[in-house]
């Protein structure tokens, strides 16, 4: 059974810097697809970035692209999202999500039916 467990949430002030981590748990991790997610309250849950089995192919949402990184080692069976230049409206519950689908440019990979597992989620909170 797939397990995901994030960690590495918490609270930062707006300009500030958080790494996220998802440890995977159920072979096999090194071909699975991961993105995170995240849900702001009262809204509803929005993809935020992906990435392939291989790292090579990686998408991000409009609003983090420049600030946000995802990435993977496989060997640690874990996958992450080096967060930067935190704002206010980052403040979210971040999930961790994975599939063994591949991703490719034509892939639904920004839906959130395209992910078989998810995560528990991590709390960032952004302040001012």
């Known amino acids: 059974q797939v397990q995901l467990v994030e960690s590495g949430g918490g609270l930062v002030q707006a300009g500030g810097s958080l790494r996220l981590s998802c440890l995977v748990s159920?072979?096999?991790?090194?071909?699975?697809?991961m993105a995170w997610f995240r849900q702001a309250p009262g809204k509803e849950r929005e993809f935020v970035a992906a990435?392939?089995?291989?790292?090579?192919?990686?998408s991000y949402v409009d609003s983090v692209k420049g600030r946000f990184t995802i990435s993977r080692a496989n060997i640690k069976n874990t996958v992450y999202l080096q967060m930067a230049r935190l704002r206010l409206e980052d403040t979210a519950v971040y999930y961790c999500?994975?599939?063994?689908?591949?991703?490719?440019?034509?892939?639904?990979?920004?839906?959130?039916?395209?992910?078989?597992?998810w995560g528990q989620g991590t709390q960032v909170t952004v302040s001012s």
């Open positions: 999500a994975a599939d063994p689908s591949v991703i490719t440019s034509t892939s639904a990979y920004d839906t959130e039916s395209f992910y078989d597992y």
């Open positions: 159920g072979p096999p991790f090194t071909y699975y697809s």
């Open positions: 990435i392939a089995w291989t790292g090579d192919f990686t």
